[in-house]
């Protein structure tokens, strides 16, 4: 059909007052979609396991509060759900002989893409009981996700595509053997590199490329290939640096050159040295199965680091690394029970009777929300007078021994055989 030249320039005008229109409803949405909070690494934002200040969680986490948006059936894992802007990162071992990740939409659960590649192993027999699948929790960096498989083997991944960026297989670079336990510590990004524990040793990659850049902490045979822990970065003494808790012992290392600044011997039964090491401050706190719990400050002089015990009590944690409120240490233990510790003195402030054997956390304020091995969820006061738990809710039959993740209004729950997201409603 011909216009009349003033019908065509009307045509334009009205189509470009239409884009303009959608653009100006979009461009909100837009916004919002990218102030979504994340939670793209182990523990979460700094590894403290603390969601942003000025988020509000309500008191109660029954089903009119805490209501199931999705849930989608997965095969065994322990990584913690990996959440970004728009989509949520998880794996697989699938059949006990490959590992698989899967993009997921955030707020549907739909499936985005799938990549899969040959790995896995059988755990000692005093371990089998808790199943050999893929551990580590995977990080993203805003464009690729870098996922660490059981066989010593570390894949970065198009966080759009799933298309492969890099393979490390450590094994093959550094003529190791693999570890007892399989791949357990969950990679740290710092700027352009990512740090982990892995095959005897604490690596430095670089992102782009996965080229090594140096490989420090070196720890030769059996159970002390690997690490059970994974490393934190921090501002002690005045320096920046990687705070690494290896199998034997507690340490401070360079950045460049991967020098060990400090350290000193942390004991525990058959080297579980687990936990995340946590920094109040210029002091590292630590507690081992069967070693205790321990305070340590690290000094700076003109000849170099120093380091010493504070103090050092009874107190064994297992696998549930402790949370920071308000300069208290909240800790959950080998003995299943939950405590308070006042990080000045080592004095448990309480302790409760026994719960789940471990324990993931998340803080918001002076709340906490923990989720047990047994899938139960709990909401927590942080009171260093006494345990005072507001609310509780049982989210899953099946075991949820990985990490809980929370972002926005949104509770992402890793159970043994399904990712289960919830919704807050205030």
Request: hydrophobic share 40%; charged share 25%.
């Amino acid at each position: 059909m011909n216009l009349h030249p003033t019908e065509k320039r009307l045509e334009k005008t009205t189509m470009k007052q239409f884009l303009l229109s959608v653009a100006v409803i979009s461009f909100p949405a837009l916004l919002v979609a990218a102030d979504r909070a994340e939670w793209t690494q182990w523990r979460g934002p700094d590894r403290l396991c603390a969601v942003p200040a000025g988020t509000e969680w309500p008191d109660k986490l029954d089903e009119a509060t805490l209501v199931e948006a999705y849930r989608v059936p997965l095969e065994p894992s322990y990584s913690g759900p990996i959440v970004a802007q728009d989509r949520v990162f998880v794996t697989e071992t699938v059949n006990k002989e490959k590992e698989v990740v899967r993009a997921l939409d955030r707020d549907s659960g739909k499936e985005l893409w799938q990549v899969e590649w040959p790995g896995a192993m059988s755990v000692p027999f005093f371990a089998a009981s808790n199943g050999s699948w893929i551990r580590a929790t995977p990080t993203y960096d805003g464009e690729k996700l870098y996922v660490a498989g059981m066989l010593d083997v570390l894949v970065a991944l198009d966080g759009k595509s799933g298309k492969e960026a890099w393979r490390k297989d450590f094994r093959e670079e550094f003529g190791t053997v693999g570890q007892s336990f399989g791949f357990v510590c969950s990679p740290l990004i710092d700027g352009e590199f990512l740090y982990v524990q892995t095959s005897g040793g604490l690596v430095k990659l670089d992102c782009k490329s996965g080229a090594t850049v140096w490989r420090g902490l070196k720890e030769e045979g059996g159970m002390m290939g690997g690490s059970f822990s994974s490393p934190i970065m921090a501002t002690v003494a005045g320096t920046k640096q990687l705070v690494v808790q290896t199998r034997s012992k507690l340490c401070g290392v360079g950045l460049d050159a991967g020098e060990e600044l400090w350290s000193i011997a942390i004991p525990s039964f058959r080297d579980m040295n687990i936990l995340t090491p946590t920094v109040v401050g210029d002091r590292v706190f630590t507690s081992s199965y069967g070693g205790g719990a321990m305070m340590f400050e690290v000094t700076r002089t003109d000849s170099g680091f120093s380091v010493k015990q504070l103090w050092k009590n009874t107190t064994e944690a297992y696998m549930s690394s402790p949370v920071v409120v308000d300069g208290r240490i909240y800790l959950h233990l080998r003995n299943k029970r939950f405590s308070c510790i006042d990080p000045d003195t080592g004095e448990s402030l309480w302790r409760t009777t026994p719960f789940g054997a471990y324990w993931s956390m998340v803080v918001n304020g002076s709340k906490l929300l923990a989720l047990d091995e047994s899938g139960d969820l709990r909401l927590i006061n942080a009171n260093p007078a006494e345990f005072s738990q507001t609310s509780e809710r049982h989210v899953s039959d099946a075991t949820t021994w990985a990490h809980l993740a929370v972002a926005d209004d949104q509770v992402f729950v890793r159970a043994l055989d399904a990712l289960i997201v919830y919704r807050w409603k205030q």
